[in-house]
């Protein structure tokens, strides 16, 4: 079934499977009845000899799946809570989007008892009557100025004469200019109404006048935050609301929440298994490292960024795009040794991913190890390993094994580099390029002092 189903995928397959493991063992226990009856001349050990081997069953399921399942280690559902709620001041609100980051915040403060002076507010639920009414009556209190007659009967309501009070064109709301947010508020794309969320949003920030921190949480879309991205600031896992423009990030509340604040357990534990869901919030840490690193690229310190890319290996997932970026950033920082060893990193990341993960194909595997050969890098050993690697993934494939004689040629081994074209001619027949490449390399060996011996190109 195609993303995104999460409810029917929990819920409803779920709980079928669940019965049609009921009707598996009900039909067992007929089966064992049955051939009790037909083997009654049979010893009883032999019946329950056979009924044990039905066992087997469920003991294969759990062999299988026990890695997915096991969650010895596994923190970082809490982690993330905590650390959403850790990096907002005393008394802040924080909005969410969805059940992934605001069920676990609601676990640590209610059932932990961690942070509980902050409000989370769920921008789904916010669309809502009685929710609006539980964040104006119940601690922590927000200041919402609406009564439960205008609540229920205007702005939830769904008759058109309602409908029409939530007619909106793009303007500046008063809220807003009450606080010195000079920011258009516009609707969706293809719609003229404002959704509940978006007036209950911009109603709370008015009425809250800078009395109380506001924060939204990183997963948070572009199209939920009612344009209010120029004044948003990156602090860590949520962007809080600042009084004037910003350039997107506060460098020292980040790095504080990074490296005091933040829980990171189990992150890179190859024991703690991570589904697709998880891997795509640990992007939210990556994020978070890679804004930093571009602030040292920007300042050019070069020395904090490495340390901060060193601490991020050691503390989070970083992946393929995080090493790739990471190399990015310190290769332009001056930082070409340690830029190439990312690049390699990032490779790597790759070819663990072969066969999984649809970018991880052999022809970008090729193309990174390419990127190594280039200036400022010149990285001939790390590029020789990757393409090594990509032949082992597909050796029928001849760009690796091209490629790979180009590097030896590069390095002064041409012996290795014929060695490399004859064998690949060998066990998959000729080929034009390869071809080419063994005439060229035939030459090049022929004269090896030569300045203008021919290369691979």
């Known amino acids: 079934m195609p993303d995104p189903q999460p409810r029917e995928r929990h819920y409803v397959f779920g709980g079928m499977y669940l019965a049609f493991s009921l009707w598996i063992g009900l039909g067992w226990v007929a089966i064992i009845e049955a051939i009790r009856e037909k083997l009654a001349q049979f010893s009883s050990s032999l019946i329950a000899i056979i009924a044990v081997a039905g066992l087997l069953l469920p003991a294969g399921v759990f062999a299988k799946l026990y890695h997915i399942e096991d969650r010895t280690g596994d923190y970082v559902a809490y982690d993330y809570a905590y650390n959403m709620l850790a990096g907002c001041e005393q008394d802040a609100v924080i909005f969410t989007n969805g059940d992934n980051d605001t069920f676990p915040l609601w676990f640590l403060q209610e059932v932990e008892g961690i942070r509980k002076d902050v409000r989370v507010v769920n921008l789904s639920l916010l669309n809502t009557g009685w929710y609006i009414k539980q964040l104006r009556d119940r601690e922590p209190k927000i200041d919402i100025r609406f009564d439960d007659t205008l609540?229920?009967?205007?702005?939830?309501?769904?008759?058109?004469?309602?409908?029409?009070r939530r007619l909106w064109e793009p303007k500046i709301p008063p809220e807003f200019?009450?606080?010195?947010?000079?920011?258009?508020?516009?609707?969706?794309?293809?719609?003229?109404?404002?959704?509940?969320?978006?007036?209950?949003?911009?109603?709370?920030?008015g009425w809250n006048e800078w009395k109380k921190p506001m924060h939204f949480a990183i997963t948070i879309p572009a199209s939920n935050r009612v344009g209010l991205d120029p004044f948003l600031s990156m602090v860590g896992m949520t962007m809080k609301v600042m009084p004037q423009r910003n350039d997107g990030s506060d460098p020292e509340a980040l790095r504080h929440n990074l490296m005091h604040e933040y829980r990171f357990r189990g992150l890179n534990d190859p024991e703690v298994h991570k589904d697709e869901n998880t891997t795509r919030l640990l992007g939210n840490y990556r994020a978070c490292v890679l804004q930093l690193a571009l602030h040292y690229k920007d300042q050019g310190d070069s020395d904090e960024m490495v340390k901060l890319m060193r601490w991020a290996e050691k503390n989070i997932y970083m992946s393929w795009e995080g090493y790739y970026t990471a190399a990015d950033h310190l290769s332009a920082a001056g930082e070409h040794e340690i830029a190439a060893e990312y690049l390699h990193k990032s490779t790597d990341e790759f070819i663990n991913l072969y066969g999984t993960d649809p970018v991880a194909t052999y022809d970008n595997i090729v193309s990174l190890a390419g990127v190594l050969l280039n200036e400022p890098y010149s990285a001939f050993d790390r590029a020789e390993a990757i393409y090594r690697q990509a032949i082992v993934l597909e050796p029928n494939r001849w760009e690796g094994h091209y490629e790979l004689a180009a590097t030896l040629q590069a390095i002064g081994d041409i012996p290795g580099a014929l060695t490399v074209v004859r064998q690949y001619k060998i066990q998959y027949g000729e080929r034009p390029e390869m071809l080419e490449a063994e005439q060229i390399l035939l030459s090049a060996s022929e004269r090896p002092a030569a300045t203008d011996s021919a290369a691979l190109p």
């Not at 609540?151 to 029409?164: C, E, G, P, W």
């Not at 258009?184 to 920030?205: A, F, N, S, W, Y």
């Open 151 to 164: 609540i229920d009967s205007v702005l939830t309501d769904t008759q058109l004469v309602d409908l029409y």
């Open 177 to 205: 200019k009450n606080i010195g947010l000079d920011i258009e508020v516009k609707t969706l794309e293809g719609h003229d109404l404002l959704r509940v969320q978006d007036i209950m949003v911009i109603k709370i920030l």
